[in-house]
T-cell receptor
Framework: AQSVAQPEDQVNVAEGNPLTVKCTYS??????LFWYVQYPNRGLQFLLK??????LVKGSYGFEAEFNKSQTSFHLKKPSALVSDSALYFC????????????FGSGTRLSIRP | GAGVSQSPSNKVTEKGKDVELRCDPI?????LYWYRQSLGQGLEFLIY????????KSGLPSDRFSAERTGGSVSTLTIQRTQQEDSAVYLC????????????FGQGTRLTVV
């Protein structure tokens, strides 16, 4: 079965510290990987994606993510957290097949304290 | 249009009534998805459209739920005989059919069944 796992329901970080939000996946073939963010009472916004090439991808708002094929992980990172980064983050995978749904993780709530 | 449009933004209905939720995707996006999100939690997949056909409707929770898409554009999600457990935010997203492209989400319809 194809799935995405976000093992942490909540991550708490002090402002200015680095943050990591974890994601692992299980799909057949080569997946395309995505991170989305949801601010309170808002829809989901695309942050970044991995398609191929460099394992470190950069996205919006200073976020980046590292693809690790051997560990089937795609962790979201930011060198210095901001209070405004507090939101709900979703990891997602879209299998290589063209006719396929997007599979989302359960979400991780990121809380940045001043 | 500029983005994915969903209507209504809020809907309060009495238990047992039928409701229709509408999604207008980004022009040219052949892939369309419906998800359900309860209380700011994870995303529950409902149905995926490729053009007007639905190759994956495995997420529809019961036969009270149905969806259609006409003209490869607007989609309607219908819930018959609503129950209180149907209360949630219903999110629609669209994307190009190419699997390495991100999906764009609407703001959602908040459904409350009283």
């Amino acid at each position: 079965a194809q799935s995405v796992a976000q093992p942490e329901d909540q991550v708490n970080v002090a402002e200015g510290n680095p943050l990591t939000v974890k994601c692992t996946y299980s799909v057949s073939g080569n997946p395309y990987l995505f991170w989305y963010v949801q601010y309170p009472n808002r829809g989901l916004q695309f942050l970044l994606k991995y398609i191929t090439g460099d394992n470190l991808v950069k996205g919006s708002y200073g976020f980046e993510a590292e693809f690790n094929k051997s560990q089937t992980s795609f962790h979201l990172k930011k060198p210095s957290a901001l209070v405004s980064d507090s939101a709900l983050y979703f990891c997602a995978v879209r299998p290589y097949s063209s006719a396929s749904k997007i599979i989302f993780g359960s979400g991780t709530r990121l809380s940045i304290r001043p | 249009g500029a983005g994915v449009s969903q209507s209504p933004s809020n809907k309060v209905t009495e238990k047992g009534k039928d409701v229709e939720l509408r999604c207008d995707p980004i022009s040219g996006h052949t892939a369309l998805y419906w998800y359900r999100q309860s209380l700011g939690q994870g995303l529950e997949f409902l149905i995926y459209f490729q053009g007007n056909s639905a190759p994956d409707k495995s997420g529809l929770p019961s036969d009270r739920f149905s969806a259609e898409r006409t003209g490869g554009s607007v989609s309607t999600l219908t819930i018959q005989r609503t129950q209180q457990e149907d209360s949630a935010v219903y999110l629609c997203a669209s994307s190009l059919e190419v699997p390495n492209t991100e999906a764009f989400f609407g703001q959602g319809t908040r459904l409350t069944v009283v």
